[in-house]
Antibody
């Protein structure tokens, strides 16, 4: 059973860099995209970005200029750095796996359907 | 970005009730929608993907429907463990946005 274990600093000062790492245990690292999501009471769930085992990324444009994501395939780990944090970045940060199921549609054309099927426990990050 | 609007934002219901939550997309997203359940202090748990496919291990009380811009999550007969917050998420285009959530509470 796949499990995600995440860690990182929980208290930052404004302008510092948030740094989180997520380790994947018990399953394949390649073949999936690995995602960062954050949650605040006011803004709800926000998709931050994702990275695959080759290091290819997709970012949320609202955060793109401040984000760096990386992957260490030798350790089955992926990481997030968010620069120049402010109080608005105070959130619970989750790492998660983007699962995929292929469904054959009309004319037997395959379609990929995605969902976040494995989540870390979350890391509370406060900026003050 | 695709905006997802859930309604209602808050729902009060009794055990045994049938409830429906709606998620509307600001543009067509075909069937690229998932539903999650979240309980306080825990990460979301996927219930439905591809708008209507039940995730393995999830109770058949949960069902999803819709395509394009309007989607629904239905819980056929509420059980005590179903009182939680529910979110939709679209995977049609980046960034993969979420709805604002529907909080389901015991009447």
């Amino acid at each position: 059973q796949v499990q995600l274990q995440q860690w990182g600093a929980g208290l930052l000062k404004p302008s510092e860099t948030l740094s989180l790492t997520c380790a994947v245990y018990g399953g394949s690292f390649s073949g999936y995209s690995w995602t960062w999501i954050r949650q605040t009471p006011g803004k709800g769930l926000e998709w931050i970005g994702e990275i695959d085992h080759s290091g290819s990324t997709n970012d949320n444009p609202s955060l793109k200029s401040r984000i760096t994501m990386s992957v260490d395939t030798s350790k089955n780990q992926f990481s997030l750095k968010l620069r120049s944090v402010t109080a608005a970045d105070t959130s619970v940060y989750y790492c998660a796996r983007r699962g995929v199921t292929v469904v054959r549609g009309v004319l037997n054309i395959p379609y990929n359907y995605y969902y976040m099927d494995v989540w870390g426990k979350g890391t509370t990050v406060a900026v003050s | 970005d695709v905006q997802l609007t859930q309604s209602p934002s808050f729902l009060s219901a009794s055990e045994g009730d049938r409830v429906t939550i709606t998620c509307r997309a600001s543009q067509g997203i075909r069937s690229h929608l998932a539903w999650y359940q979240q309980k306080p202090g825990t990460a979301p748990k996927v219930l439905i993907y591809a708008a209507s496919t039940l995730q393995s291990g999830v109770s058949s009380r949960f069902s999803g429907s819709g395509s394009g811009t309007e989607f629904t999550l239905t819980i056929s007969s509420l059980q005590p463990e179903d009182f939680a917050t529910y979110y939709c998420q679209q995977f049609n285009s980046y960034p993969f946005t979420f709805g604002q959530g529907t909080r389901l509470e015991i009447k």
